[in-house]
């Protein structure tokens, strides 16, 4: 069956530096998203992503974190200058056609130090 | 702003018994999707519900959306080890094409 996959599964960095969490969506989906949870809390949306191009964002999503795919096959999510709040599990998720049916990756948690 | 909200929050259960946490939404349920964690892991699929009064079931665990109570339930029967974590509910928010939003979770613990 297919699946959404996320790399690295676990990144540590310090405070400061960027980081590239990289995720492959299920190979015919059009709609791609990034969540995050932060140990203990809820699951946030972060972004969304169809016809390459953002198509809705949250507060969280300031002008520090940008999404791309490069290819035909990635989705990335870049973190420009990481802070201590940033520490979080990262999910990625991907929906075929109703933006409703979304398929989450394993998650990556990103430690900042 | 829409909210889910799960109960219990958590919920300590003698093995071989049932269970139900419910997720209820302020606002119209378009869909519901449950999954499972494990504390500071990833989501794991349980079930989506798309319509009014669909029940799913997979293996001991069943799923309802009631949307004139704005409410999903779900159901383990005769728990095992195997089904402690923590329950996550996830809604397509009312306002938006591609937003999902979460319940806080039910931390399920199995007692043998």
Same mark, same amino acid.
């Given at each position: 069956?297919?699946?959404?996959?996320?790399?690295?599964?676990?990144?540590?960095?310090?405070?400061?530096?960027?980081?590239?969490?990289?995720?492959?969506?299920?190979?015919?989906?059009?709609?791609?998203?990034?969540?995050?949870?932060?140990?203990?809390?809820?699951?946030?949306?972060?972004?969304?992503?169809?016809?390459?191009?953002?198509?809705?964002?949250?507060?969280?999503?300031?002008?520090?974190?940008?999404?791309?795919?490069?290819?035909?096959?990635?989705?990335?999510?870049?973190?420009?200058?990481?802070?201590?709040?940033?520490?979080?599990?990262?999910?990625?998720?991907?929906?075929?056609?109703?933006?409703?049916?979304?398929?989450?990756?394993?998650?990556?948690?990103?430690?900042?130090? | 702003?829409?909210?889910?909200?799960?109960?219990?929050?958590?919920?300590?259960?003698?093995?071989?018994?049932? /269970?139900?946490?419910?997720?209820?939404?302020?606002?119209?349920?378009?869909?519901?999707?449950?999954?499972?964690?494990?504390?500071?892991?990833?989501?794991?699929?349980?079930?989506?519900?798309?319509?009014?009064?669909?029940?799913?079931?997979?293996?001991?665990?069943?799923?309802?959306?009631?949307?004139?109570?704005?409410?999903?339930? /779900?159901?383990?029967?005769?728990?095992?080890?195997?089904?402690?974590?923590?329950?996550?509910?996830?809604?397509?928010?009312?306002?938006?094409?591609?937003?999902?939003?979460?319940?806080?979770?039910?931390? /399920?613990?199995?007692?043998?």
């Amino acid at each position: 069956e297919p699946e959404v996959t996320q790399t690295p599964s676990h990144q540590v960095t310090q405070m400061g530096q960027e980081v590239i969490l990289r995720c492959v969506p299920i190979s015919n989906h059009l709609y791609f998203y990034w969540y995050r949870q932060i140990l203990g809390q809820k699951v946030e949306f972060l972004v969304s992503f169809y016809n390459n191009e953002i198509s809705e964002k949250s507060e969280i999503f300031d002008d520090q974190f940008s999404v791309e795919r490069p290819d035909g096959s990635n989705f990335t999510l870049k973190i420009r200058s990481t802070k201590l709040e940033d520490s979080a599990m990262y999910f990625c998720a991907s929906a075929r056609g109703s933006p409703y049916e979304q398929y989450f990756g394993p998650g990556t948690r990103l430690t900042v130090t | 702003s829409q909210e889910l909200e799960q109960s219990p929050q958590s919920l300590i259960v003698q093995e071989g018994k049932n /269970l139900t946490i419910n997720c209820t939404s302020s606002k119209t349920l378009y869909g519901l999707y449950w999954y499972k964690q494990k504390y500071g892991e990833g989501l794991i699929f349980l079930m989506m519900l798309q319509k009014g009064g669909e029940e799913k079931s997979h293996e001991k665990i069943t799923a309802k959306l009631d949307e004139k109570k704005q409410q999903s339930s /779900l159901h383990i029967t005769a728990s095992q080890p195997s089904h402690a974590g923590i329950y996550l509910c996830g809604a397509p928010r009312v306002d938006s094409n591609y937003q999902l939003i979460w319940g806080a979770g039910t931390k /399920l613990i199995i007692k043998p």
